[in-house]
């Protein structure tokens, strides 16, 4: 069986709306593009759906998925039509018009202004290029503008990212939509905290239970974290991330050329973690994020003023500074007469306005009894529930114990192994080491005895070769002296021949015979 969440193309509600498609669908509504027979116009209509609780029955009628959430799901109603209702308190160009709030389908559904255009992650992806210093200042002094009418007015955003800002086609204006507020009260009321922060764009704070936490510097941080988005390729760690190791590359440590670098520090003064550190108000941030370009801020101030303006409503008793400041640079200057019929007319209003404030902190103490309560029901839930958890989780480290001693047996009988082996592999290694090293040795050995036997054979060469040398100098001599040898023996024999009597003594003998000469008459006497 499919399960439909939305309403199809076609359908009718109340008679006057028309869907044609789906916009969004979140954890808490459905969003869709519908057309105003009655007006022949476009509109965006938000329906009240949340999920965990509520289904559709009969593709139409939103009904809840179990009786015990009958409570839970009429608070969180009522607090949507509430803040749809503080939403249409507000003109302004960079805040969705909130045209009506009506009942239908078992649910609520508010009817806003559809702006035809990108949001502003569809823009950024298309852009497929960084946005320049212009076009940020041209979404950034907008939406500070319109930041700052709203926290006047005490009304946080609370959802702020690129996918909820749309940028209007036909001006470029930048509008908020999708305020966080009645999510938040709901996530409170059903202890849903994930569905209310947006991963990377939410501070620390936003995941907190305790609400009192949250304020401007909040929605600070997530426009800051929208524009770190827009100049690089994602938005910040997670802050829960970042709250434990921070690992964010500051904008200005980055190469971001053509940016002011006024500009990088105020965003990432707005990206600090700890609330306290980051700019506390609007006022305080957004003369650091535009320093240096007044004409652009000029320049847009006089757009607004062109357009349809700004002023809270009722909401905080008091005209704003915006509606202040808008109404002196129109150069409005009354009359005498008309300054004292206004001065009555302000007596009047402050008297009415004396009442109003007194119903508005009577409603706002009966919100907090509520809240109080709802807070206390949470609180006993959770209990309840955290009871539960630890039981389930003793049960099972129970049923664990057992495999979990055999399992702990088997690793020692690895690690017992694994130890085994290392040993033996370490003894294998020596052995092979000392083998190597008698290798060694022996090849040493072998080499000296070579070099010692290639001495001797060396030696013993030279000696023969003296010895030839010598041979051959006793015989180049001897034939130098060819007749020495036969004269001598010729002498010899002559010697014989003669009588004893004539054979003197070696010193008798002529000196000649003793030098191997001899005389012509001794050669012919032979
Ligand atoms: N008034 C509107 N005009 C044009 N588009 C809108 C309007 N409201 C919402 N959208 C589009 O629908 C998407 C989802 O709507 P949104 O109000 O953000 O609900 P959620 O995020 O809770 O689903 C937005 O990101 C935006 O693109
Ligand atoms: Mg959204």
Redesign the pocket.
């Known amino acids: 069986m499919t399960i439909i969440d939305t309403l199809g193309p076609g359908s009718t509600l109340v008679g006057d709306y028309k869907i044609i498609r789906v ?9 869709y ?1 519908a057309v105003d027979h009655n007006l022949s116009r476009e ?2 209509i ?1 329906e009240f759906f949340p999920r965990d609780i509520a289904f559709r029955e009969d593709q139409t009628t939103v009904s809840i998925k179990s009786p015990k959430f009958k409570d839970n799901f009429k608070w969180g109603l009522d607090r949507f039509v509430q803040e749809a209702k503080l939403l249409a308190k507000f003109r302004h160009p960079n805040i ?1 018009r909130v045209f009506r709030t009506f009942e239908a389908n078992h649910t609520s559904y508010i009817v ?8 502003v ?2 823009w950024l992806q298309r852009l497929k290029r960084r946005p320049t210093q212009q076009e940020l200042d041209e979404l950034v002094a907008p939406l500070t503008d319109a930041l700052a009418l709203l926290h006047e007015a005490k009304v946080l955003h609370r ?1 702020i990212k690129p ?2 800002i ?1 940028i209007r086609e036909e001006t470029g204006d930048p ?1 908020l ?2 305020f966080g507020a009645s ?1 938040y009260s709901m996530s409170e009321m059903t202890g849903t905290t994930a569905a209310i922060v947006s991963r990377g764009y939410s501070p620390y704070e936003a995941y907190a239970s305790d609400s009192k936490q949250q304020g401007a510097w909040t929605d600070i941080y997530a426009l800051g974290a929208t524009l770190y988005r827009a100049l690089t390729d994602g938005p910040p760690p997670e802050a829960t991330e970042r709250l434990l190791n921070d690992t964010i590359v500051p904008l200005r440590s980055q190469p971001l050329q053509g940016l002011r670098p006024e500009f990088l520090a105020a965003v990432d003064w707005a990206l600090t973690v700890q609330p306290r550190a980051r700019p506390q108000s609007i006022t305080e941030w957004q003369p650091r994020l535009l320093a240096g370009n007044e004409e652009a801020t000029r320049s847009w101030q006089a757009r607004r003023l062109q357009g349809s303006g700004s002023y809270v409503g009722e909401s905080s008793g008091t005209p704003s500074k915006a509606t202040v400041r808008m109404s002196e640079s129109a150069g409005a200057r009354p009359s005498r007469h008309r300054s004292v019929a206004l001065a009555l007319v302000l007596l009047l209003v402050l008297g009415g306005g004396a009442l109003a404030m007194w119903q508005i902190q009577e409603q706002q103490r009966q919100e907090i009894r509520r809240q109080d309560e709802a807070r206390r029901y949470n609180e006993a839930e959770a209990q309840r529930l955290a009871e539960a958890r630890r039981q389930a989780e003793e049960d099972a480290r129970r049923g664990n114990e057992a495999s979990k001693a055999e399992e702990d047996a088997r690793r020692r009988t690895d690690l017992k192994r694994a130890e085994e082996e290392a040993r033996r592999a370490e003894e294998e290694a020596r052995r092979q080491a000392k083998k190597a090293a008698a290798e060694e040795e022996r090849q040493a050995a072998a080499r000296a005895a070579a070099a010692k036997a290639e001495q001797e054979e060396a030696e013993r060469a030279e000696r023969q070769a003296k010895k030839r040398e010598q041979q051959e100098q006793r015989e180049a001599k001897a034939s130098a002296e060819p007749d020495e040898r036969p004269r001598r023996r010729e002498s010899k024999r002559e010697s014989e021949r003669r009588p004893r009597s004539y054979q003197g003594s070696a010193s008798q003998r002529p000196a000649s015979s003793g030098a191997g000469g001899g005389t012509p008459q001794m050669q012919g006497i032979r």
């Open positions: 916009l969004g669908s979140g954890g808490f509504g459905n969003t593009l509109v965006a938000k969705v806003l202004d559809y702006v035809r255009g990108p949001n992650e569809a959802d996918a909820n749309c509008v939509l999708d999510k």
